[in-house]
């Protein structure tokens, strides 16, 4: 699990700082505004590790990102099916594509995808595509997964011994957003 300390008040108070040979600083405003925007960059980054590792997770349970893996297929194909729930029945496919990624559906995305998806099938398919929130799509899966590995990895930390005697210690606050599972 990577974290780091909070050493920043709310509110936009300064704390003093001490550097290592015991002279006092103080972090000013303008290096407050580069933390808030670092941790932005930080807040939900996934390592390339862990974003295999979920995916292999997912495609494990889910029969559709298992046939997405298989596909050869560009990224933006790809794309409109990470973002698409999948119904088949025989060989019809329909796909329900969440709202924000409309985008992504267009004629020759789906002729890519329905060719794809056929070779690897090994006949014809039929493929719809629709507009909606239902079930849940490779991607939701690879977030929950995400969020339920990090919300283990704050309970871990927060519970741990030596991270109690830190905090008790000097004051410290474990900067929860901060937090990745490994």
Not at 18 to 47: E, F, L, P
Not at 86 to 112: M, P, W, Y
Not at 121 to 144: F, K, M, N, W, Y
């Amino acid at each position: 699990m990577l974290f780091r300390w909070k050493y920043l008040e709310k509110a936009g108070q300064l704390r003093q700082t001490w550097n290592t040979t015991g002279t006092k600083r103080t972090i000013d405003n303008h290096s407050c505004m580069a933390w808030k925007v670092r941790d932005q960059m930080w807040k939900n980054r996934k390592t390339p590790e862990m974003v295999e590792k979920l995916s292999a997770e997912v495609i494990a349970e889910d029969e559709w990102a298992a046939l997405i893996k298989q596909l050869e297929i560009p990224k933006l194909v790809e794309q409109l099916a990470l973002n698409s729930y999948c119904e088949r029945s025989g060989r019809d496919f329909t796909l329900t594509l969440r709202a924000n990624q409309i985008h992504l559906n267009n004629d020759k995305v789906l002729s890519e995808l329905k060719t794809a998806i056929s070779g690897v099938v090994g006949e014809p398919i039929t493929l719809s595509i629709q507009t909606g929130d239902a079930g849940i799509t490779p991607l939701e899966r690879r977030e929950r997964r995400y969020q339920e590995k990090l919300a283990t990895a704050v309970q871990c930390l927060t519970s741990d011994p030596n991270v109690q005697f830190i905090q008790q210690r000097f004051a410290a606050e474990l900067d929860q957003d901060s937090v990745r599972p490994i």
